[in-house]
């Protein structure tokens, strides 16, 4: 490849500055074109479908396994993972000797999928594993001695942190003069210095050579039961009328925690969500079949659903209620105690949803305060007292979507010490800069991704903190903005957006982080209609020159431009772009427009 900056794709539409400030690109540059063409002849694919799979850098001769991505196929042999055969050794070990197990996870998605995983494996296999996922409020992210003390007081001999643990000395210093035996599973950065631990497997490790640091927890979790059954195949544990588990059945739980942790959806990971969600329609969980029955899933299952139903709904609990809830319900067998559970937890997603908008407006105001109306600034840093811990991450993310920057809330509490989430935009590396802060001594702690990261301030530190990122981030900053650009897969018209479209289109799936929905240009087509629906969205619909309609939703638009773009375009002929998706309601289907952006059309 060469080096370089890459020369930007012609306009697409001629739109060079759209409602959100963007430019409209062809996702396809010549060589892309050149791709999708040979894609076409060779797989004999729609055009469409051919220029989607080029658009993701699909090759000619990779077409049909990436149409069918399988776990066979792309699993790797888990020891390529640096400590996986201690860390399944250890674990098979407590499996023949039927020790007691403690799970330690992260009380977001990713955790409490990761918990559920192991724990159903290790019932499966005879033991009553323990699951401890700490309070948010009272605990804090990750292991901690007093947690860990009850678990060794209960009997536990093995500890087993998930989607957590990898920065966890003390703690994990406590485990071991207690005597436990501890194993970590865990996909967050880290640097040189590692816990003195019996395995950690960590993908981002820096002496790990596997390159699977695009898998969630809950994969990483997958993979190492592989090795553990592997290692209880070499052992003949299996014999004697034990019948070994079926992890392929397992997968809706991996598909739930990689899609709700957006991580990249490539490689394995398309493979964990492409089965994933073939196991969650067959609604063999009882915990997930009683939270989709709660979410009013009405369909198959698909990957918006579980970022946008399920997981909000797992994560409620770790917010704002019982941290353990979203593990207990997946763990769950009994029909009725489900439904019970998943009924607490869509009551939680209502007040969590309560509480965001309240907080949010309080910090979009901070934040125009801050930038000022030509909002100049490399990030939005806001903080109030009286906010709700639990809530900071999605207002972190909220304002990094309004204002294009990498964003954090943070809830100061009554100590003056605040707890908080940041949201990063492609290009900014924010987890390096809090690393970095925290080594300066400017958090009481710190880390996170290149995308998300959390901290722990103190009040004083607020503006020195701010002052800090601007300066580390800035430049990043400036590139990732002007680069930003919105890239559009092909144009349709609204009779052209039917359900044979919305077939082809999902071939390519499952879509996500790192395996963009194709977005699609609506050219020229009268705005009949359009108005504000529900909390903020925008409901409209197109209605092309030969007179065929399509309904169109803007989530979340009202207060933004494209939502007065829409609102005052009514009547008028406009360029849209969006996402097709399949609106059920009622046992009837219909083809509906995500709408992303909007245009004028040159007079």
Known sequence: MANGPKAPTRLFLGVEKSASGRAWRDRLDERGSARALAIAQR?????????????????????????????????????????????????????????????????????????????????????????????????????????????????????????????????????????????????????????????????????????????????????????????????????????????????????????????????????????????????????????????????????????????????????????????????????????????????????????????????????????????????????????????????AARLKERFGRPAFAIAIEPGGVGTGSGRSIAGVDLGKAVRQAVADGLLVKGGGHAMAAGVTIAKGALAPFRAFLEDALKENVEIARREDSLLIDGAVTAAGANSDLTSIVARAGPYGAGNPEPVFAIPGHTLAFADEVGTGHVRARLKAPDGAMLNAIAFRAMNKPLGQALLQNRGQAIHVAGTLSVDRWQGAERVQLRIIDAAPVPR
């Open 43 to 395: 797989s004999n694919a729609p055009e469409l479908l051919a220029r989607i799979l080029a658009g993701r850098g699909v090759e000619p001769d990779a077409v049909e396994a990436y149409l069918d991505p399988t776990v066979k196929a792309l699993l790797p042999d888990p020891d390529v993972l640096t400590a996986m055969p201690q860390a399944a050794q250890r674990i098979a070990d407590a499996v023949e000797n039927g020790e007691n197990v403690a799970i330690f996870g992260d009380y977001d998605v990713d955790g409490a999928t990761s918990s559920a995983l192991l724990a159903r494996y290790l019932r499966h296999c005879g033991l009553s594993p323990m699951i401890h996922i700490p309070d948010r409020l009272f605990e804090g992210y990750g292991p901690n001695a007093e947690a860990i003390k009850g678990l060794a007081e209960k009997g536990a001999t093995l500890l087993v942190t998930v989607d957590c643990g990898t920065t966890s000395f003390e703690p994990l210093e406590e485990a071991r003069k207690l005597g436990l035996d501890v194993v970590v599973i865990d996909h967050h950065q880290c640097d040189a210095q590692l816990p003195d631990v019996l395995a950690l497997v960590n993908p981002n490790r820096p002496d790990d050579l596997s390159h699977l640091n695009h898998l969630a927890a809950v994969g990483l979790v997958f993979v190492t039961l592989v090795a553990v059954n592997r290692e209880l195949r070499r052992r003949n544990f299996w014999s004697g009328g034990r019948s070994e588990p079926d992890l392929l059945s397992w997968l809706d739980l991996v598909a739930l925690g990689t899609v709700a942790d957006v991580v990249p959806l490539i490689g394995l990971n398309r493979a964990f969500v492409s089965k994933g969600l073939i196991a969650m329609r067959r609604r063999e969980n009882v915990g997930l079949t009683a939270l989709m029955d709660a979410s009013r899933l009405d369909g198959p299952p698909e990957p918006f659903h579980l970022g946008f139903l399920l997981g909000p709904r797992i994560n409620a609990g770790g917010r704002i209620g019982r941290a353990d809830l979203g593990a207990t319900l997946l763990m769950q067998d009994d029909s009725i105690e489900a439904s019970r559970i998943a009924a607490e937890l869509d009551r939680l997603n209502r007040e969590r949803q309560a509480l965001e908008q309240v907080m949010l407006a309080q910090a979009e105001a901070e934040a125009f305060a801050a930038l000022g109306m030509e909002e100049k600034g490399a990030v939005v840093v806001t903080a109030a007292e009286g906010w709700h811990p639990g809530v900071v991450g999605l207002i």
